[in-house]
Each structure stands twice: as structure tokens, then as C-alpha cells.
T-cell receptor, first 112, second 114 residues
Framework: QKEVEQDPGPLSVPEGAIVSLNCTYS??????FMWYRQYSRKGPELLMY????GNKEDGRFTAQVDKSSKYISLFIRDSQPSDSATYLC????????????FGEGTQLTVNP | EAQVTQNPRYLITVTGKKLTVTCSQN?????MSWYRQDPGLGLRQIYY???????DKGDVPEGYKVSRKEKRNFPLILESPSPNQTSLYFC?????????????FGAGSRLTVL
């Protein structure tokens, strides 16, 4: 079983929709949670970064972490065609040094 | 512009022919790492380096070598490539102060081993 599970999609939504992307994990030691966005033929870029549980908002993006359920989410409000990309969750334990564990990524298409 | 530069971006080679994928960053980052990305498996860490002359294995190091002689460069070496090393490779770097959380990735190197 993978340490981090992420539905690969693909997910297709109309412009303006609210998008919910999710990851579940099994390692209770994970403390740092990240969302990376990857456009086609590009490297991933950091979108959101949260520590431990709670919510974090940045413009149209909200990251949520529920450590009790081992579940993290990324919400995109008022989605735009430019949001079309693959979204990767990543996480790290305090004691894992520099080792990030990534989800498989969810491919999102926002249709005009 | 702050960036991580990988070369080559695309490469087709044959089994057993040694190759090197170069990686260079201009942000004075201490931490550098290599990942491979495969369908259904996501990003997996191959090797990482916390600083010059300090390297360590990631999750899938078999068949790869690295070196960190200078802070800015972190080449990935495939001594004897095999078809199962056909993949999309990414180099990434980060400032030590941010741990490995805030990674800056290169644009990727697509390698095909025949």
C-alpha cells in the first residue's frame, strides 16, 4: 500500500466551479503538507505549504489538513482554464530529514 | 532569474551507454535532489544532497550515481542504463532553512533507454 494515496483523475470541471482535490496518507508522523502544481512539460511548482493541522488560504486556493483523519485537501474557488494542470500533494515527517513523499497527482482540466 | 537548469531535456540512448544528466541552480541552495516521475507511481526520490560532498540515497537509488563537488551542481550519472530507467527526471533544490518543503524544480529531462 502506498504511503500517500491520491486519485489520479482525470477531473474535468466547467470554468467557475469549485474544485476539491484530496490525498489520504497512512504515516501519522507526517507534519508538513504541500501542494505542488505541474503544468504539462514543466516541473512542479509549490502552490501551498502548511504545517500540522488547520487551514491556509491564499487567494482562490485553500489548503486543509485533518491529521486525525489523515486527510488533506486543496480547494480551488472560481476555477479558471489556467488552473488546468496536475496537482501533486507531498508530505514530510519532522524526522525524515529532506525526504518528501509525493502523491501520484490529480490531472485537472477547467473548461471555458 | 532564480532557476534550476537541467540538460539534456530529451535524450534517447541504448542499454549500457553511460550518460550524465546535469543540474545547476543559481540560488545558492544547500539542498539538491533528483526525482523520477513515472505514470501510476508519481515522483520518487533517487538521491539527495544536503551540501557539498554530502549525498545520500533516496527511495530508488539503484542504477544511479551522483556527486556534489560544487554547491551549484548536482549531476545524475547512469553508469549502465537499462530500459527500466526510461522515465522523466527532475532535479530540485531548496534552501536549508525551508527544509525540503519549498522545492524549486527544473523543467525535467525525458530519458528513453532502448
Amino acid at each position: 500500500q502506498k504511503e500517500v494515496e491520491q486519485d489520479p483523475g482525470p477531473l474535468s470541471v466547467p470554468e467557475g466551479a469549485i474544485v476539491s482535490l484530496n490525498c489520504t496518507y497512512s504515516n501519522s508522523a507526517f507534519q508538513y503538507f504541500m501542494w505542488y502544481r505541474q503544468y504539462s512539460r514543466k516541473g512542479p511548482e509549490l502552490l501551498m505549504y502548511t504545517y500540522s493541522s488547520g487551514n491556509k488560504e491564499d487567494g482562490r486556493f485553500t489548503a486543509q489538513v485533518d491529521k486525525s483523519s489523515k486527510y488533506i485537501s486543496l480547494f480551488i474557488r472560481d476555477s479558471q482554464p489556467s488552473d488546468s494542470a496536475t496537482y501533486l500533494c507531498a508530505m514530510r515527517a519532522e524526522t525524515s530529514g529532506s525526504r518528501l513523499t509525493f502523491g501520484e497527482g490529480t490531472q485537472l482540466t477547467v473548461n471555458p | 532569474e532564480a532557476q534550476v537548469t537541467q540538460n539534456p531535456r530529451y535524450l534517447i540512448t541504448v542499454t549500457g551507454k553511460k550518460l550524465t544528466v546535469t543540474c545547476s541552480q543559481n540560488m545558492n541552495h544547500e539542498y539538491m535532489s533528483w526525482y523520477r516521475q513515472d505514470p501510476g507511481l508519481g515522483l520518487r526520490q533517487i538521491y539527495y544532497s544536503m551540501n557539498v560532498e554530502v549525498t545520500d540515497k533516496g527511495d530508488v537509488p539503484e542504477g544511479y550515481k551522483v556527486s556534489r563537488k560544487e554547491k551549484r551542481n548536482f549531476p545524475l550519472i547512469l553508469e549502465s542504463p537499462s530500459p527500466n530507467q526510461t522515465s522523466l527526471y527532475f532535479c530540485a533544490s531548496s534552501a536549508y532553512s525551508s527544509g525540503a518543503n519549498v522545492l524549486t524544480f527544473g523543467a525535467g529531462s525525458r530519458l528513453t533507454v532502448l
